[in-house]
């Protein structure tokens, strides 16, 4: 399975950004995707995980700033964030996790997407 992500940048404090991964490859062993992000000296962090059946998960600090969302049809997941702050600063990746998988990591990441919050 491939990722590649999209979609990040330079924005204004409050500003929006959507992120896109687009999978490819095995798709058919994929259950949930999701994103985590990592800022300079800083561990890497879950942000939101989606089930194939749609079923979501966020990290508490960023419910109501975030959405995550997928389309099965198009093998792509998507990140909306609004209302961003300078400490969302980070390199966001998109991972995927297989249908038998037998840890809770995920299987597949992407090589990031650098999103900037300007003050």
């Known amino acids: 399975v491939q990722l590649v992500e999209s979609g990040g940048g330079l924005v204004q404090a409050g500003g929006s950004l959507r992120l896109s991964c687009a999978a490819s490859?095995?798709?058919?062993?994929?259950?949930?995707m999701g994103w985590s992000r990592q800022a300079p000296g800083r561990e890497r962090e879950l942000v939101a995980i989606?089930?194939?059946?749609?079923?979501?998960y966020y990290a508490e600090s960023l419910k109501g700033r975030f959405t995550i969302s997928r389309d099965n049809a198009k093998n792509t997941l998507y990140l909306q964030m609004n209302s961003l702050k300078p400490e969302d600063t980070a390199m966001y990746y998109c991972?995927?996790?297989?249908?038998?998988?037998?840890?809770?990591?995920?299987?597949?990441w992407g090589q990031g997407t650098q999103v900037t919050v300007s003050s």
């Open positions: 991972a995927a996790y297989r249908k038998d998988r037998t840890t809770p990591d995920a299987d597949y």
């Open positions: 490859g095995s798709i058919f062993s994929i259950d949930a």
């Open positions: 989606i089930s194939s059946g749609g079923a979501t």
